[in-house]
């Protein structure tokens, strides 16, 4: 069965230092991966997917992500903060059949500060 | 742009009413989606839908249902509102084409039930 485990719930960050998320999946065939960030008060918005091209994913706002087959890692990177990344940020990964359904991490909340 | 849009951001209702939450989008989308967000969590998969009548249950139906009528259209019910299904309510929908996987997600209806 396919999952995603976020290995942090909270992280905290000082503005314009390195972001790093964690992400490590499971799958018995090749994954879909995907981050979606979730502001307060807002729904989830893609930030990258991985559907098995370039391992390194770039994405939105300056975010990318590498997928590592090796280490069954998929961790989201971003080289320098900033306050209006501080939200909500989920590892997900396709599950497949019918419909095309997506499996959640439980959220990593990335706290930045001054 | 996908646009998601859901009827409601904020509800108030009475353990035992009949709650009505409706979904709508713009793109043509196949496949739609109800999940429930809870802290600590993550997104859960209430039902979702691959076509028009068509249904399919998800990790967590109980004391849930749905109607999808119409294209564009995915509603979610709950036949007698309940304390514990006080939770955040995320509607989303996707292509049904090969490697668009990535699904595009509303803002939320928040639902207090007391």
């Known amino acids: 069965a396919q999952s995603v485990t976020q290995l942090d719930s909270h992280v905290s960050v000082s503005e314009g230092t390195p972001v790093l998320l964690r992400c490590n999946y499971s799958s018995s065939y090749s994954p879909s991966l995907f981050w979606y960030v979730q502001h307060p008060n807002k729904g989830l918005q893609l930030l990258l997917k991985y559907t098995s091209a370039a391992t390194l994913v770039k994405g939105i706002n300056g975010f990318e992500a590498e997928f590592k087959k090796s280490e069954t890692s998929f961790h989201l990177t971003k080289p320098s903060a900033h306050m209006s990344d501080a939200a909500e940020y989920f590892c997900?990964?396709?599950?497949?059949?019918?419909?095309?359904?997506?499996?959640f991490g439980t959220g990593t909340q990335l706290k930045v500060e001054l | 742009d996908v646009k998601v849009t859901q009827s409601s951001r904020y509800l108030v209702k009475r353990t035992g009413e009949k709650v009505f939450l409706e979904c709508v989008q713009d793109m043509d989308h196949e496949n739609m989606f109800w999940y429930r967000q809870d802290p600590g969590l993550g997104l859960r998969l209430i039902y979702f839908s691959y076509d028009v009548k068509m249904k399919e249950k998800g990790d967590i139906p109980e004391g849930y249902s749905v109607s999808r009528e119409k294209k564009e259209r995915f509603s979610l019910i709950l036949e007698s509102a309940s304390t514990n299904q006080t939770s955040m309510y995320l509607c989303a929908s996707s292509l049904s084409a090969p490697g668009a996987y990535e699904q595009y997600f509303g803002p939320g209806t928040r639902l207090t039930v007391t």
């Open positions: 997900v990964v396709r599950i497949g059949g019918g419909g095309n359904k997506l499996t």
